[in-house]
Nanobody
């Protein structure tokens, strides 16, 4: 059974950092593409970054330069390191997985992913 569990969210002041974790089970990281998304109150879900063994990583404009996605196959965990957080980063953050062939070049659209975690909330506020 495919399962993804996020953790690491919380409250942080502007300019701070958080590292989110996504522990996966039921599949091997190297065999799947994994993405990070977020959904702020009243807004659509937004893609941030994805990782795929065949071609590495891709970041959307919202994440590029401040966020880093990485994977640890031994721990079956994908991370999202978030630095210089801003109030507009406040959202529920989700990880998702799918077979690598199901995503395109960018792989940052939520409809490309089949398996989702329950989300972890992040609040950036002074």
């Amino acid at each position: 059974q495919m399962q993804l569990v996020e953790s690491g969210g919380g409250s942080v002041q502007p300019g701070g950092s958080l590292r989110l974790s996504c522990v996966v089970s039921g599949f091997t990281l190297d065999d799947y593409a994994v993405g990070w998304f977020r959904q702020a109150p009243g807004k659509d879900r937004e893609g941030l970054a994805r990782i795929r063994s065949s071609d590495g990583t891709y970041y959307t404009r919202s994440a590029r330069g401040r966020f880093t996605i990485s994977g640890d196959s031994a721990k079956n965990t994908v991370y999202l390191q978030m630095n210089n957080l801003k109030a507009e980063d406040t959202a529920v953050y989700y990880c998702a997985a799918t077979e690598p062939r199901r995503i395109g070049t960018y792989g940052i659209w939520d409809w490309e992913y089949d398996y989702w975690g329950q989300g972890t909330p992040v609040t950036v506020s002074s």
